[in-house]
């Protein structure tokens, strides 16, 4: 099912609700005032996204943070930045110097948690807008370049993935970078049925 432009409009709206969300509690963990803003959402096919992401991010190193969930739709979500963006913000939110994080453990933790807050406000938005229900696994800390980082072959070929690329700035700290959220759905069908009734 191909939805329509009035259907991604709304896809749109429902997860920039949740970044909303997402960023007023990084505000208060931070102090700082941190914006997170979704432009746009694009529609792939797992080897469109590798193809998108390489072209976009190139061969940096990057770091996600991958969710899975179930419920009446499944799949996963990841949050995915530049990986000394994610030093940075570790720096910020854990008051130490960039030199000294154990990158082993601190940053593991602190992106995971900031992973869990952004991939979790965005599906509560869709969870409460659409009324839906979903289960969540333990986030799962992810380094590597993209080509490494989207192994596909352990998804379906035929699934949907929704991209939705937000810009993340920290004023105070002049800390930019892009978090990408990344939904692989396998009911992609039954969301956007969900979206019809809804917007009806």
């Known amino acids: 099912m191909t939805p329509t432009v009035e259907q991604i409009d709304a896809l749109q709206e429902m997860i920039n609700i949740g970044v909303g969300r997402a960023a007023s509690v990084l505000n208060e963990m931070l102090e700082s005032h941190i914006s997170l803003q979704v432009p746009y959402i694009k ?105 490494h980082l989207l192994t596909w072959s352990e998804f379906d070929p035929n699934l949907v993935i929704l991209l939705a690329q937000a810009r993340f700035s920290v004023e105070s700290m002049h800390i930019q970078g892009d978090i990408i959220l990344i939904f692989t759905v396998s009911s992609f069908d039954s969301l956007i049925d969900s979206l019809q009734l809804q917007y009806e």
């Open 43 to 147: 529609i792939f096919s797992p080897s469109e996204l590798t193809e998108e992401l390489e072209h976009r991010l190139g061969p940096i190193q990057l770091s996600a943070v991958r969710l899975m969930f179930t419920g009446s739709l499944s799949g996963n979500a990841q949050l995915v930045f530049p990986t000394d963006s994610a030093s940075k913000l570790v720096s910020l939110l854990t008051q130490d110097e960039l030199d000294s994080l154990d990158l082993d453990s601190l940053k593991i933790g602190t992106l995971s948690e900031v992973g869990n807050i952004v991939i979790n406000g965005v599906m509560g938005s869709i969870s409460n807008l659409l009324g839906q229900h979903f289960n969540y696994s333990l986030p799962i800390y992810i380094e590597d370049t993209v080509d």
